[in-house]
């Protein structure tokens, strides 16, 4: 097979642009399209970075799956728990810490330029939940070399993030088993 035949219609393998992209909204999927696409990425051999700023020490299954894909993928959990909820009896200052250490890291492990992809998981939750500022993803959205793709997850991405984005995904809720009393289910939802 030649070069050609493997080579997606309309794609730009030659000279890589990196992209801005969001997913967000209220429904179930945002984290787990952003590692499908971690996935796609890794499979072409391109080196990925993960930064989570919410989920604290709770083991799920993604998190047992990225570990088998290192060292392509780097993977760092720097919230500490969620906040406000699910038994937090962290004071809000750890929280704000915390995110505020994770954007740093990001920041700069994004300017290395050593990433073909780089995942901000959850910042949109830290910035509704006042850990963290749009202003701040709006600063690392400036310094994303060229050729590093960014995604940017979480409920109620900011319009402002919207508008500079590349491409923008809500997932919405149409039904969920939830509504039916149906708890989130081991190799399902976490």
Same mark, same amino acid.
């Given at each position: 097979?030649? #070069?050609?035949?493997?080579?997606? /219609? #309309?794609?730009?393998?030659?000279? /890589?642009?990196?992209?801005?992209?969001? #997913?967000? *909204?209220?429904?179930?999927?945002?984290?787990?399209? &952003?590692?499908?696409? $971690?996935?796609?990425?890794?499979?072409?051999?391109?080196?990925?970075?993960?930064?989570?700023?919410?989920?604290?020490?709770?083991?799920? *299954?993604?998190?047992?799956?990225?570990?088998?894909?290192? /060292?392509?993928?780097?993977?760092?959990?720097?919230?500490?728990?969620? +906040? *406000?909820? +699910?038994?937090? #009896?962290?004071?809000?200052?750890?929280?704000?810490?915390?995110?505020?250490?994770?954007?740093?890291? &990001?920041?700069?492990?994004?300017?290395?330029?050593?990433?073909?992809?780089?995942?901000?998981?959850? $910042?949109?939750?830290?910035?509704?939940?006042?850990?963290?500022?749009?202003?701040? $993803?709006?600063?690392?959205?400036? +310094?994303? /070399? &060229?050729?590093?793709?960014?995604?940017?997850?979480?409920? *109620?991405?900011?319009?402002?993030?919207?508008?500079?984005?590349?491409?923008?995904?809500?997932?919405?809720?149409?039904?969920?088993?939830?509504?039916?009393?149906?708890? &989130?289910?081991?190799? +399902?939802?976490?």
């Amino acid at each position: 097979m030649t #070069n050609t035949e493997n080579k997606a /219609p #309309n794609s730009t393998d030659e000279s /890589p642009r990196g992209l801005v992209l969001v #997913n967000t *909204g209220d429904g179930k999927g945002k984290t787990t399209a &952003a590692l499908g696409t $971690i996935l796609r990425a890794v499979g072409y051999g391109h080196r990925c970075l993960i930064v989570q700023f919410i989920k604290g020490s709770w083991m799920y *299954g993604e998190l047992k799956s990225i570990r088998r894909l290192e /060292p392509e993928v780097e993977f760092h959990r720097m919230g500490k728990g969620f +906040v *406000g909820i +699910v038994d937090d #009896n962290l004071p809000r200052e750890e929280h704000e810490k915390a995110a505020q250490e994770a954007l740093v890291f &990001a920041r700069n492990k994004l300017m290395s330029g050593d990433y073909r992809l780089v995942l901000l998981d959850e $910042i949109f939750i830290a910035v509704t939940l006042g850990l963290i500022s749009t202003k701040d $993803i709006l600063d690392i959205m400036d +310094v994303r /070399p &060229a050729h590093t793709t960014l995604i940017l997850t979480g409920r *109620g991405a900011p319009q402002e993030v919207i508008e500079r984005a590349d491409t923008v995904t809500e997932m919405r809720e149409v039904k969920h088993a939830f509504r039916k009393g149906i708890l &989130a289910q081991r190799g +399902v939802d976490y």
